[in-house]
Antibody, heavy 116, light 107 residues
């Protein structure tokens, strides 16, 4: 059973960089899957952020592409999200997930608040 | 970007009702359409993938259909545990997008 766990600061200052890591257990990050980030602002819908393959290939949401970097750490079986120049609009629950043609495993989500 | 539009945005229904939710893509996505269920405070759960394939462990009262631009999720007999928000997602393009969600509430 694959499990994913997000970790990182719950509070980020405006104009700063949001950094989250997703630890994968019960499966290898080098498997034939993509690894994704999805976010959900409080009371709103789901927004796909981007995804990475273990080779390092990435796909990003065009609306966030200029601010987002997703990277993979195969030695530690984890992947990471960096979102720079954050504003209050980036306040959301951030989920990591195992993807591909569909998302079948999700982390529990972590709330990141952008505030001074 | 491919836009996904769900209708309705919310609906009220009773236990035992047949419920249908629609998802429309802004361009053809073949059958690259998935459905998720989300309950408050929880991560989404995959219900249907590839438009009509039932994910393992999901009750058979859930079904999906459609191809091209128009898709439906049907719950044949609504159960108390089905009150939740449902999202469609396209995986045709490398920029995956979700619909805005449909909240199913108790009448």
């Amino acid at each position: 059973q694959v499990q994913l766990q997000e970790s990182g600061p719950g509070l980020v200052k405006p104009s700063g960089t949001l950094s989250l890591t997703c630890a994968v257990s019960g499966g290898s990050i080098s498997s034939t899957n993509w690894w994704s980030w999805v976010r959900q602002p409080p009371g709103k819908g789901l927004e796909w952020i981007g995804e990475i393959y273990h080779s390092g290939s990435t796909n990003y949401n065009p609306s966030l592409k200029s601010r987002v970097t997703i990277s993979v750490d195969k030695s530690n079986n984890q992947f990471s999200l960096k979102l720079n120049s954050v504003t209050a609009a980036d306040t959301a629950v951030y989920y990591c997930a195992r993807a591909g043609s569909y998302i079948d495993y999700w982390g529990q989500g972590t709330l990141v608040t952008v505030s001074s | 970007d491919i836009q996904m539009t769900q209708s309705p945005s919310s609906l009220s229904a009773s236990v035992g009702d047949r419920v249908t939710i629609t998802c429309r893509a802004s361009q053809s996505i073949s059958n690259y359409l998935n459905w998720y269920q989300q309950k408050p405070g929880k991560a989404p759960k995959l219900l249907i993938y590839a438009a009509s394939s039932l994910q393992s462990g999901v009750p058979s009262r859930f079904s999906g259909s459609g191809s091209g631009t128009d898709f439906t999720l049907t719950i044949s007999s609504l159960q108390p545990e089905d009150f939740a928000t449902y999202y469609c997602q396209q995986s045709f393009s490398t920029s995956r997008t979700f619909g805005q969600g449909t909240k199913v509430e108790i009448k």
